[in-house]
C-alpha cells in the first residue's frame, strides 16, 4: 500500500473512530436522506451511497445511522419532509432527488449542513454562492443533466434516419421544466430540428403523452431528466416500445429497463460520491469550503435488443464511442 493511501485510510479511521466512541456515550450521528422517487426502485442507488460512507469509515448501523424520507414521485410532500428531517437535528442532510428536493431542503434549514446532487448549474439556481467555495451550509455534486440535453439531440439525429420533429417529455413539477425547454429549443435550431412539449406527472399522463407524441407521427422522444421518471422507467421503456418510438434518456438505467439508448452521468458512481461528501462532513468539513463536484466521465448507454425491434440499425461510429452496449 502506498504511503499517502495508508495515512488516508489510517486519519479516516481514527476519525471515525471518535464518533462511533460518543455515540455509546451520548449518540450515534444520523443522515437525513431526502428523495424524490421511490424506495425499491432507488435501492442500489442507496446502496452505492451506503458504500461511499463506509469507505470514509461510517458503516450504516454501526457508528452511522440514516433516516430516509420517500416522496414517491409526490413532489408537493417534499417540504413536508424536509422539514421533519430538519425537526430530527440530522447531522447532515443528503439530498440526491434532484433540484426539486435541494429546493425543499435549503427551505428547511440554513444550518445543517446538506449535500445535494442536481442536475443544472447550482451558482444559477442559487444553491452556492460559488462552486469552488459554496459559502453556506450545502455543497455536493452536479451531474449536468440538463447541460447536456443538447448531446442528447445530436445523438437522437445521429441515430434516426430523416429525423426532422422529436417529442420532448418534461415533468411540469420539476424546476428544470422552466429551465430546460429553451435551452433545447435552442440547441434544436442549430440542428436544424422541431421539438413538441409535452407534460407528464402522473402514470396515465405519461401514457397519453406517448400517445398523442405517436399521433403527431414524431420520429423520436426525449425524455427530459426527471427523478420520479426515473422511477416509471419500465412503464417508459413499454410505451416507447408500444409506439415504435426511439427515445433517449439521460441515465443508463432506463436503457438496462429497456429503453433506447442514455447519454449522461453514472448514478450509482454519483451517489456513491454523495456518500464520500456525507462522510467527510461527519469527520469535521464544512460545506462552505467544499468546492461543488462534477462527473469526470459521461457514459453512452445503447440496448442494440431496443433499437432491433425498433427496426434502426446503429451506426459503427456510434457504436465504437459506447461505453455500454446491452444485447
Do not use: C
Not at 133 to 146: D, E, H, Q, V
Not at 266 to 282: T, V, W
Request: charged content about 20%; aromatic content about 6%; cysteine-free.
Amino acid at each position: 500500500m502506498k504511503r499517502r493511501q495508508f495515512l488516508g485510510t489510517f486519519g479516516a479511521a481514527t476519525v471515525a473512530w471518535p464518533f462511533a466512541a460518543r455515540g455509546q456515550q451520548l449518540r450515534m450521528p444520523v443522515i437525513g436522506i431526502l428523495n424524490s422517487g421511490s424506495a425499491a426502485p432507488f435501492a442500489p442507488m442507496i446502496a452505492a451511497f451506503d458504500q461511499g460512507l463506509g469507505e470514509q469509515g461510517y458503516v450504516v448501523g454501526r457508528n452511522v445511522r440514516t433516516e430516509v424520507r420517500w416522496a414517491d414521485g409526490q413532489y408537493e410532500r417534499l417540504p413536508e419532509l424536509a422539514t421533519e428531517l430538519a425537526r430530527l437535528q440530522v447531522d447532515v442532510l443528503a439530498s440526491p432527488g434532484g433540484d426539486v428536493a435541494t429546493v425543499a431542503s435549503m427551505a428547511a434549514t440554513k444550518t445543517i449542513p446538506i449535500v445535494f446532487m442536481v442536475g443544472r448549474n447550482p451558482v444559477t439556481a442559487g444553491f452556492v454562492n460559488r462552486l469552488n467555495r459554496p459559502g453556506g451550509n450545502a455543497t455536493g455534486l452536479n451531474i449536468l443533466t440538463s447541460e447536456l440535453a443538447a448531446k442528447r439531440l445530436q445523438l437522437l439525429r445521429d441515430l434516426v434516419p430523416d429525423l426532422g420533429s422529436i417529442g420532448v417529455l418534461v415533468n411540469p413539477d420539476n424546476p428544470n421544466a422552466t429551465t430546460d425547454p429553451q435551452d433545447l429549443q435552442d440547441a434544436a435550431a442549430t440542428l436544424g430540428l422541431k421539438l413538441s412539449f409535452l407534460q407528464a406527472r402522473t402514470p396515465d399522463e405519461i401514457t397519453q403523452a406517448f400517445a398523442r407524441f405517436a399521433a403527431q407521427k414524431l420520429k423520436a422522444v426525449l425524455v427530459n431528466t426527471d427523478p420520479y421518471y426515473l422511477g416509471r422507467r419500465d412503464h417508459l421503456a413499454e410505451l416507447a416500445a408500444h409506439h415504435s418510438l426511439p427515445a433517449i434518456y439521460s441515465l443508463r438505467e432506463h436503457v438496462t429497463a429497456g429503453g433506447l439508448i442514455s447519454y449522461g452521468a453514472n448514478l450509482i458512481e454519483a451517489y456513491r460520491l454523495l456518500g464520500h461528501f456525507a462522510g467527510r462532513i461527519l469527520r469535521g468539513g464544512k460545506p462552505a469550503e467544499m468546492p461543488v463536484e462534477q462527473p469526470t466521465k459521461y457514459v453512452l448507454t445503447i440496448n442494440l435488443k431496443t433499437a432491433k425491434a425498433l427496426g434502426l440499425a446503429i451506426p459503427p461510429t456510434m457504436l465504437a464511442r459506447a461505453d455500454e452496449v446491452i444485447e
